[in-house]
């Protein structure tokens, strides 16, 4: 490893509140960090909002402000919630900042005298009455293939079909509603990133670079020709012009990676250092980005592509965490289960549960977790509170009580360096939850010590022995502390100040013979109420029987059809066995699925813009099987479709089944 480590974790954007999803990568990282520095390591956590792109100035125009009002004011309640969190980055700054935009225009100007950036037309909509060209977002109509109204430009909820903005029927501006929208071509600036791509090959193949299950899922993106990267956008825009343009703007998922350089020379301004000691490409110096599985396409291609050419230090490491669902269900504000920081922390509840809880349920792997309130419950209280915060606040309360002073430990703990070494290499790991259980099982041996040996009994006729456990007791609760430091630092901070000493990774003395301080308690305790009060926010309770049944906004119901039509549609479970993106489609997933038949089938869905790949594999979806099949062309056919919903927070949300369908199982 290198003397010295950066660390960063994906950028939110300033558009919004932050929710307990982003909790999971900031707790994360977090946790990485503090582990790094009780360590000993220097370790340097810088992060920023996101603050460019449309939906930013949409936002701000309908608040009626100046977008760059409306970032302050986020920002401001961004730093707030991750505050409460005792999220400790060394810096939060933003992307909207002189340093930003000067880093951001040397990489492009290394990309273009690298030969990467190639200049060509683009056919857009364009609205007259806001006189701008539209993202495909931005604009709605009705759809090119099954005729379904109120359409995106992109895709369509009803039937799943993609294409082109320019290709919907009577399309209008979703800004302003103007129905007398123009085809007009703009040129764009593209990156190559193909040029790249036998780099790349080499740079994600280094060992420790990604986990295995993201470099496999990389490999098929680079098994094929990498798509040209359009990172230009026409005014009006929020955001940095492209040098030597007046109408041209970076995209935004251009610049705001460079956010972590960027952020990295503003930290390095305030404190006397320069840059190049984090960034230089020569740098004693490991970068590591810790993000979730909707960005990896652009943390392991686009952006280690920029640093290259621009002649940057690449991350070492980019490890990617798994989504949170809530009670078994994907966060959605239609489904009843989002829920804000801001929400949760009005509720008065404790920010170091959710960060025990997500330790706890956290490995190395990109996995996604499970937000239960029951088991958050059961172990803040079982695990936490009533083992390690019990074990010290027992033995601190006993000798409270009598005399007040810590005297010669029964044991020297010969097994803690070993221990210590173990987690250490854990933490580096980001294995949290394997963490939590060696410091359980230490902990619960020394409970069922103390349990034995019955110290309380003992006062009376062998007072020094009975204090002698009582101290070890402590010793092994200031360990805990120790290695649970980084997960629940106000716990930690708790044991220090109640028995009077620092907790120091690699002190293996015993504390003796000191006094100590009042002890009280060390954790919160999870009260149903408190359970009541989160689930308040999310579950949705069912209607009352006098309350009247609201149509669902924009649905559109079809004719009615027989039985008989709708036996006539085949649909099966079928098993997602692999998936990866269509090249120069970006809307289009090529996915391998098993309908339990003798070979597995191809099927094209086009929800790239919901859906990373991965995040589909190992699905057991609805799948229509007797469909004819559809050319995509160059070789790409179609046999059958996925059903997918519209709406929540994916605009496209694919139909499961509990694993334990089988494949092939025929949906009556």
């Not at 909002?49 to 977008?67: L, N």
């Not at 290709?167 to 193909?194: Q, T």
């Amino acid at each position: 490893m290198a003397s010295r480590t950066l660390v960063t974790h994906a950028l939110p954007y300033a558009n919004g509140s932050l929710h307990l999803g982003h909790m999971v990568e900031s707790v994360q990282t977090d946790v990485f960090v503090r582990a790094m520095n009780a360590m000993g390591k220097e370790c340097l956590f810088i992060c920023a909002d996101d603050t460019h792109g449309t939906p930013i100035e949409i936002s701000a125009r309908k608040a009626g402000v100046a977008p760059e009002d409306w970032i302050t004011r986020i920002h401001g309640e961004h730093a707030q919630d991750y505050k409460a969190f005792e999220i400790g980055f060394d810096l939060f700054y933003t992307t909207h900042s002189p340093e930003n935009e000067h880093h951001a225009r040397r990489i492009y100007e290394a990309l273009r005298a690298d030969g990467a950036i190639e200049k060509r037309d683009v056919l857009q909509m364009y609205c007259g009455v806001d006189e701008r060209f539209l993202p495909d977002r931005y604009v709605r109509g009705e759809c090119p293939v099954c005729g379904t109204k109120d359409q995106y430009g992109d895709s369509c909820e009803n039937c799943g079909s993609t294409y082109e903005p320019t290709d919907l029927k009577n399309p209008r501006c979703a800004i302003c509603g103007n129905a007398d929208l123009e085809r007009r071509s703009s040129p764009h600036y593209f990156v190559k990133l193909s040029k790249y791509q036998e780099w790349l090959r080499g740079w994600t193949g280094s060992e420790g670079r990604l986990q295995p299950e993201i470099r496999n899922f990389v490999d098929k993106w680079l098994a094929e020709p990498l798509r040209d990267w359009d990172i230009s956008r026409d005014a009006p825009y929020f955001g940095f012009r492209i040098p030597g343009e007046r109408e041209k703007y970076f995209y935004v998922w251009f610049e705001a990676p460079v956010g972590y350089l960027s952020s990295t020379d503003k930290w390095c301004q305030d404190h006397g250092r320069r840059v190049e000691e984090f960034w230089g490409r020569d740098a004693d110096c490991d970068i590591v980005h810790f993000i979730g599985k909707d960005i990896v396409y652009f943390h392991t291609l686009f952006w280690p592509a920029m640093l290259h050419a621009s002649r940057w230090k690449e991350p070492a490491r980019v490890h990617v965490h798994g989504m949170l669902t809530v009670e078994g269900a994907k966060m959605s504000k239609s489904r009843g289960t989002f829920l804000n920081v801001r929400d949760y922390l009005d509720a008065g509840l404790d920010p170091e549960w959710i960060r025990y809880f997500y330790a706890a349920n956290l490995g190395p792997t990109p996995s996604d977790i499970d937000l239960s309130l029951q088991e958050l419950k059961n172990r803040v209280n079982g695990e936490l509170l009533a083992n390690v915060g019990n074990l010290a606040n027992r033995a601190l309360s006993l000798i409270w009580k009598n005399g007040g002073r810590l005297t010669r430990s029964a044991d020297a703990l010969e097994n803690a360096r070993a221990i210590e070494r173990e987690i250490a290499a854990l933490y580096e790991r980001c294995d949290t939850r394997a963490v939590v259980q060696k410091v359980l099982e230490f902990s619960s041996a020394a409970n069922q010590r103390l349990q034995a040996q019955k110290p309380w009994e003992r006062l009376k006729s062998d007072r020094d022995r009975a204090l002698a456990e009582l101290t070890l007791a402590v010793n092994v609760a200031r360990l805990c502390a120790r290695w649970l430091g980084p997960i629940v630092p106000r716990f930690a901070k708790g044991v220090e100040e109640q028995t009077g000493a620092e907790l120091r990774w690699g002190d293996f003395a015993p504390l003796e013979n000191v006094a100590i301080r009042e002890p009280g308690p060390l954790v919160r305790k999870v009260e149903d109420v408190d359970i009541q009060k989160l689930s308040s926010h999310f579950v949705l309770a069912p209607p009352s029987p006098e309350a009247k049944a609201e149509p669902l906004p924009k649905a559109v119901i079809t004719p009615e059809l027989t039985v008989e039509q709708f036996d006539r549609m085949d649909l099966r479970a079928g098993k997602v066995l692999s998936a990866e993106r269509v090249p120069k489609k970006d809307k289009l997933l090529k996915l391998s699925i098993d309908l339990g038949e003798a070979t597995p089938r191809t099927i094209v869905s086009g929800v790239a813009q919901s859906y990373e790949p991965q995040e589909l594999v190992g699905k057991v979806v609805c799948v229509v099987a007797n469909l004819p099949p559809r050319d995509f062309g160059k070789g790409l056919v179609s046999h059958g479709m996925v059903l997918y919903a519209s709406g929540g927070d994916r605009e496209h949300t694919a139909i499961e089944f509990p694993g334990d369908v089988k494949p092939g199982s025929k949906v009556k």
